[in-house]
């Protein structure tokens, strides 16, 4: 079976890890969408505070598939 998919962009964030801040932008996106199949990071980056890392954000390309017989 073929597919078509769209891809969009998103960018997570966490105090706590990376895999948190994917997680993240991976469940606010089911919220509105249908249909999710793969992501891939694209950027991660965080901010420090006194020499910790203080917040994590992670930018990843989430596809979903189009169309009913998704």
């Known amino acids: 079976m073929s597919h078509t998919y769209k891809i969009i962009e998103l960018t997570g964030s966490s105090p706590i890890s990376s895999d948190e801040a994917i997680r993240n932008a ?20 965080g901010h420090l505070e ?14 979903f598939t189009l169309g009913p017989k998704a």
Request: glycine share 6%; no cysteine.
């Open 26 to 45: 991976i469940a606010a996106a089911n919220e509105s969408l249908k249909h999710l199949r793969w992501f891939e990071v694209i950027e991660t980056r």
């Open 50 to 63: 006194e020499g910790m890392v203080a917040h994590w954000q992670v930018t990843i390309k989430v596809g």
